[in-house]
């Protein structure tokens, strides 16, 4: 009866994990750079000594539906503001980063584990992003500057997740920087 009991929570957990990218499931979650890459000037970032400080913050919605067994289509949207200040020799530059871009993209992901709980994926997206720089020094008689410009840029990559039993963890790498994501597979 042990050995029964055993079995079918086996089947159980197992059906579970492998439901979660099943037909007509929804992805809802986030992701955040941790290193920009091509497209974003914005990442993770916090530091501060005497000569500079440094503050970033990147956050990217993401939001896709499964169209078949462990392919995804859908949309992100990233959002991102970063800070720079450098002292030298009596003179602060400061350097101010937005970022605003629109992501639809596609997803196909490979069991690669018995349980299905680990999963490599290759994914493609065209990404629209909106990047604006402002910069200025203290101490000089320089102007602020700023610029501002729209790229549209494709985007190939991939990356490993890990599908837990109420969430989904992974790290992906493409030109838009390498991320990480945190999601909540839905009915």
Not at 107 to 133: H, P
Request: glycine share 10%.
């Amino acid at each position: 009866m042990k050995y029964l009991l055993y079995v079918l929570f086996i089947i159980l957990i197992s059906n579970t994990v492998q439901a979660q990218l099943e037909k007509g499931k929804k992805l809802v979650g986030v992701q955040t750079n941790l290193v920009a890459g091509d497209s974003y000037n914005t990442g993770l970032s916090l530091s501060s000594d005497q000569y500079e400080s440094d503050f970033g913050l990147n956050i990217v919605p993401t939001y896709g539906w499964v169209l078949a067994h462990n392919w995804i289509i859908g949309t992100q949207t990233t959002i991102g503001f970063a800070r720079e200040s450098h002292k030298l020799n009596g003179y602060e530059s400061n350097y101010t980063y937005w970022d605003l871009g629109i992501a639809p993209f596609t997803r196909l992901y490979v069991d690669i584990t018995k349980n299905n709980k680990w999963k490599a994926f290759g994914m493609a997206a065209i990404e629209i992003v909106e990047n604006k720089v402002r910069y200025s020094i203290k101490g000089q008689n320089s102007p602020v500057s700023a610029t501002s410009h729209t790229n549209v840029l494709g985007t190939l990559g991939g990356g490993f997740a890990y599908f837990g039993r109420t969430v989904v963890i992974d790290l992906s790498i493409c030109n838009a920087g390498l991320r990480l994501g945190l999601y909540k597979t839905m009915p």
